[in-house]
């Protein structure tokens, strides 16, 4: 019943041209170095898809630099130019897909409609999850490994952000629109139930056995988490 408030949300999404701004420094924020659609960005957005491939089947410690030259389809020595070394190039993925994931959410004021902007950010992150599997799961191996790389980002920009969009479900909450379950668990159930679906593909399609992953498990998924989530946290439109 939910589907009605959702927008057309088909069009591909773009992660690594987004320029979101942060207190978090990257190591190698190397988009300003170039202009849009110049060939520098084209490069560099090559490398950044090349490195979330490689990066999402060996991990940090089993991908190589050459490896990732030869999956953006350029010479290890120019790659090195956009990016000077691994542990750059893994710090700069990781934390453009986070960026990315929070974005979805827009920016929140708390005369918006509950209803309609939790079922927006749902079908966002479900989308993006259908589109972009490996960065998923990328997220997910460096997280289960205690976040050795971007802890010090979780604890300023995740938190800040966390803070920030929490606050306004708060307000919500007090006025009868939300269940008053504590902000931060809204969102690690909204992360758990929409990435689920990338993370643990393997064991969905033993399970269902789908002929077209992405066809036939992501369409009615992406109700059935809006549902569950819709009416376990109780989300009411304003009158």
Known sequence: MYLDLLHDTSSKVIFFYMNIHSTYALPSETSSRFKAGSIGEKNQQKVLEAAVKIFSRKG?????????????????????????TKQALYEVVIVRVIRQWLSSLGELHKDDQPIEVITQYISKKMQLSRQYPEASRLIAMEIIAGAPTIDNFLQTELRSWVKEKGD???????????????????????????????????QISAVMKPK?????????????????LVRGLDLKSRV
């Open 60 to 84: 940090f410690s089993g991908a190589r630099i050459d490896e990732i030259a030869i999956q953006a389809g350029m010479s290890k020595t120019n790659m090195l130019y956009y990016f000077k």
């Open 168 to 202: 306004v479900f708060s307000v919500w909450q007090k006025e009868g629109l939300m269940a008053p379950i504590d902000p931060p668990h809204v969102f690690f159930m909204i992360w758990a139930l929409t990435q689920t679906y990338a993370d643990f593909e393997s």
């Open 212 to 228: 077209n992953y992405e066809k036939e498990i992501y369409p009615p998924a992406t109700g059935y988490v809006i549902e569950v």
